[in-house]
């Protein structure tokens, strides 16, 4: 059973561009809901995170906005840059962080 | 930032041998660790829990016998992948969950390639 629906599987954008991830999940029960990011060969590393208690969380280039009631939250880059380029996931905790469900991933490429 | 240590970072072994990957938490103590198992270009797949000083919990589907996992100490989970086969070539990816703040951090991961 598939818990997290992310879009879309990869996504070219510009230099200076917006790049947009979303993730959509089905059980309400969760209760963290942050993003991850990885370079080949690396694991992932948390990016920024949010809780469902607010509808926004911006840290620098990166904001999370959150859609309680669509169960939906997605992923802004602003002023994309080619070192963003790597695979997002998006993930879905509960109960206390102990199980963590991923996104399906999206690789993002920033071109110059 | 807290840091998790994963080693080997790559493995090439025979089939039929066995191969062991250590997870490490060095700057904070880790009550829970996760493994997981990542195909090219594709999600986590999470194979066990592990909590310290207790049996690891499987995903339905992963061999326990197959995939050992000892989480003997607060900083240290290992995964043993028994009388390994081609198929078990993957990306092994641990991560552990800092006691006090409940914070998930990965490993870098490691690469196991069965001839």
């Known amino acids: 059973q598939q818990q997290v629906k992310q879009s879309p599987q990869s996504l070219i954008v510009q230099k200076g561009g917006i790049s947009i991830i979303n993730c959509a999940y089905e059980?309400?029960?969760?209760?963290?809901f942050p993003w991850y990011q990885q370079f080949p060969g690396k694991g992932p590393a948390l990016l920024i995170a949010?809780?469902?208690?607010?509808s926004e969380k911006k840290e620098g280039r990166f904001t999370i906005s959150f859609n309680k009631s669509a169960k939906q939250f997605s992923l802004h880059i602003m002023d994309s840059q080619p070192g963003d380029s790597a695979t997002y996931f998006c993930?879905?905790?509960?109960?206390?962080?102990?199980?963590?469900?991923f996104g399906t991933g999206t690789k993002l490429q920033v071109i110059p | 930032g807290a840091v998790v240590s994963q080693h080997p970072s790559r493995v090439i072994c025979k089939s039929g041998t066995s191969v062991k990957i250590e997870c490490r938490s060095l700057?904070?103590?880790?009550?829970?660790m996760f493994w997981y198992r990542q195909f090219p270009k594709q999600s986590l797949m999470l194979m066990a829990t592990?909590?310290?000083?207790?049996?690891?919990?499987?995903e339905q589907g992963v061999e326990k016998d197959k995939f050992l996992i000892n989480h003997a100490s607060l900083t240290l989970s290992t995964l043993t992948v028994t009388s390994a086969h081609p198929e078990d070539s993957s990306f092994y990816i641990c991560?552990?969950?800092?006691?006090?703040?409940?914070?998930?951090?990965f490993g870098s991961g490691t690469q196991l390639s069965v001839l």
């Open positions: 993930a879905v905790h509960s109960g206390g962080y102990q199980k963590v469900t």
């Open positions: 059980n309400t029960a969760f209760d963290y």
């Open positions: 991560s552990a969950q800092d006691r006090l703040n409940e914070k998930l951090f």
């Open positions: 592990s909590n310290e000083g207790s049996k690891a919990t499987y």
């Open positions: 700057d904070f103590q880790a009550t829970t």
């Open positions: 949010i809780r469902p208690d607010v």
